[in-house]
DNA sequence: TTATATCCGAGTAATTTAATAGGAATTAAA
DNA sequence: TTTAATTCCTATTAAATTACTCGGATATAA
């Protein structure tokens, strides 16, 4: 019942984006250098964050990546489920519309729960936006003068 | 984000117990076959619950499994931890009280993600209590005059 | 004494996760 | 027009985790 390194480090990838944009697209190999996560797997998770709708790229040299909205109309539920799928706790028909056959969704008594799971965690991660994230993450940096010395490796 | 087998297996066989009953010990091979899960399997889940004090074992012959509390006073929340750990998004050494080290918590932002998260999922599983599901699974049971036959192999 | 159970730990197969690697396509700037 | 910087895409691999299986020890009612 946890997230992978994908949710995990993509939420700190946009949250990086997004507290260090001067509105200039932002290339990858910066955002993996202060996130200390290689550069080809930040690939792959970015891929997931533009097909969704989250981030624009642009190519060529100069290039690189622009939030896709203003950070108060990105929630963190729309990240997270773009990096990890749906957050149901079971791959079950009934709650998301996954291709798994469930033959007995009319006896099944447990769904009840995954049902009350599914819900609460969507409810928290929509609840919370990018922006809230933003201003927390600058005025911590502001009180604590990160600079590239003090920073460590983060874990989760 | 997913459960793994042993949180729904686990849950299952709990709620098999709790819902067959008839104030005699059950053998745990009655619960495998009902739940069509391999004894050996919920030996070890079984031995989860028993040591986190939901279930009492007995043994020997004529022996096997009871509930350690009446059904109304263990919650979803108390078997699902029991057989998953912690049911926090992350591992964090200010969610949990797990062994992971973090020297840059007051430097971490997405852990106010990660919080919400723990909260959420703890606050809806320990609002339901086994004995709702046992009653629930009664009164379906009943609607749909449940044999051998048309059960079919349950995947959530 | 025997059959029926729980109890326990070691081993293994399968799956998933977490990357690494290499090259094609695109584009700004020299 | 060339070059360097960059995204884009897919295949492969290494590591970790999950989901079991297996064998035997221990306990106890009949």
């Known amino acids: 019942m946890k997230l992978s390194t ?10 990086d984006l997004a507290t260090n944009t001067d509105n200039e697209a932002i290339a990858l190999s910066q955002i993996a250098e202060r996130q200390e996560i290689s550069v080809n797997y930040l690939e ?5 964050l533009r097909k969704a709708g989250i981030v624009n790229s642009i190519r060529g040299a100069q ?4 939030l896709a ?7 963190i539920g729309d990240i997270l489920r773009s990096l990890e799928g749906d957050l149901s706790p079971v791959d079950c028909s009934e709650l998301n519309d996954s291709d798994t056959e469930c ?3 009319d006896l099944c008594v447990t769904k ?3 049902k009350r799971i599914s819900d609460s965690i969507n409810d928290a991660v929509d ?8 201003e927390e993450s600058r005025k911590i940096q502001a009180e604590a003068g990160i600079t590239q010395d003090n920073r460590s490796k983060q874990t989760c």
């Open 6 to 15: 994908k949710g995990r480090y993509g939420l700190r990838a946009v949250l």
């Open 44 to 48: 792959q998770l970015i891929a997931k």
């Open 63 to 66: 290039g690189g990546y622009v």
């Open 69 to 75: 909205k203003p950070a108060d109309e990105i929630s």
């Open 103 to 105: 033959s007995h969704s």
């Open 112 to 114: 009840y729960v995954w």
């Open 127 to 134: 609840g919370i936006m990018l922006s809230e994230l933003v």
